[in-house]
């Protein structure tokens, strides 16, 4: 298997950074196997010209192999349950989608009518997807869209929405349904799509109620799209229960000669490297400041177990003589709403620096070049060991990834 290999770590070593003048052969090799040879332009059924133009101008020509076979499904009319690897380029897949339809529509939609919901479950999340929907957004005439998550006066949302109304609700489920729970403006019987992102974290959080509760108020003869790197029992039974006759896409790994290998879908990143590091106990802490040392002018991301220590190791490494050059960034869930959004576009916009972080940015972020992964803490969940590692090598880069582990006694 080409990726997810988990190899013997050193003590104290550097893991090398690939050159940034010209692409390494595993670069090279990577960005080939997470690109097919199809082109935006050449999909059937045919995309829009401004679609393809606002692509375009994101330097997007070719399709992972996800966009190339979900974004065809989903305009003919069938209902998809995606499972393919984190940073492969699934938001893409549905935001495509959801604007096709909607220019398809022989006339603008009414301020109050919801034609489409994307549904994910964090608000940094959210926002991402907001975010990078907004060139396809401008695309569609007379369509208008709203963001909503929490932290923001529900009050004023309530005003904005019932004034101006929305087409498109892109949010997280416990302020969607909270809106849709106090407001009986809006109207759904003509939606189009729903998108449930990160399926199986909707889940985890306890979202369930909710998820059901907004899909019961949404037209059954409507287009589905579920999306997770990591499908489970839940998120199948979800599936039953909001999808109609779906198709199951799921993105398989590839071996080094190109074949495919049986070895079910691929759950990481082509390009990342995965490695471990015994650490003693009484070590651990000094093994990980001489690793960050040695990655010193790398994009770092070190994840920790609680938010405390995050606080901690927030004060302790700015404190060191050796990282003085390295900006260190604090994330976790316990911040605020305005500081997190800061923390997030601070460590976004750096060429190097150190992010330590809770799970909250385990999933589905989308930052910039991170070249290093750092599991100080393990987690509980191997699903959340391979959403963490996923924050590097996405789309068709390639990334590192190292998780510490105590010794155990056989």
């Not at 789309?395 to 190292?402: K, L, N, P, R, V």
Request: hydrophobic share 40%; charged share 20%.
């Amino acid at each position: 298997r080409t990726v997810a290999r988990l190899v013997p770590g050193r003590r104290n070593a550097a893991i090398p950074m690939a050159s940034s003048s010209s692409p390494s052969p595993a670069t090279a090799a990577a960005r080939k196997r997470a690109l097919t040879e199809q082109q935006f332009s050449e999909l059937t059924p045919v995309l829009s010209p401004e679609v393809v133009e606002a692509l375009d101008r994101g330097g997007f020509r070719r399709c992972t192999p996800v966009q190339a076979a979900t974004i065809p499904l989903l305009l003919t009319h069938k209902d998809v349950a995606v499972d393919a690897a984190t940073g492969s380029g699934k938001t893409l897949a549905f935001v495509v989608p959801v604007v096709e339809m909607l220019r398809r529509l022989p006339s603008p939609p009414k301020p109050h009518q919801v034609l489409a919901i994307i549904i994910s479950p964090t608000r940094e999340l959210s926002s991402q997807i907001y975010n990078v929907a907004q060139p396809f957004f401008a695309t569609l005439k007379g369509v208008s869209s709203i963001l909503l998550v929490g932290g923001l006066d529900i009050q004023v949302e309530l005003k904005k929405v019932e004034e101006e109304g929305a087409n498109i609700l892109v949010g997280t489920p416990g302020k969607l349904f909270d809106i849709m729970e106090r407001l009986d403006t809006l109207e759904y019987k003509h939606l189009e799509i729903l998108i449930l992102d990160e399926a199986d974290r909707l889940l985890d959080m306890g979202f369930q109620k909710q998820v059901t509760s907004i899909i019961s108020k949404l037209p059954k003869l409507r287009r589905t799209g579920l999306f997770s790197a990591t499908q489970t029992e839940a998120v199948e039974e979800l599936a039953k229960a909001g999808l109609r006759n779906p198709v199951r896409v799921q993105v398989k790994t590839e071996a080094k000669d190109g074949a495919q290998q049986d070895l079910g879908p691929s759950k990481t990143p082509l390009g990342l490297r995965l490695e471990y590091m015994i650490c003693e106990p009484a070590k651990k802490s000094s093994q990980l400041v001489d690793f960050l040392v040695q990655n010193t002018g790398k994009k770092i991301m070190v994840y920790f177990a609680t938010c405390a220590c995050v606080d901690y190791w927030s004060v302790v490494l700015p404190m060191l003589n050796l990282l003085k050059g390295s900006p260190v960034i604090a994330y976790h869930g316990k911040m605020k709403q305005g500081p997190r959004e800061k923390a997030l576009a601070s460590f976004s916009a750096l060429s190097s620096g150190i992010l330590v972080c809770t799970d909250v940015a385990a999933r589905g972020l989308d930052i910039p070049h991170v070249d290093l992964i750092v599991q100080y803490d393990p987690p509980q969940d191997p699903n959340v060991f391979v959403h963490r590692a996923g924050r590097t090598a996405r789309y068709d880069q390639e990334g590192d990834a190292i998780v510490f582990l105590l010794p155990t006694v056989m």
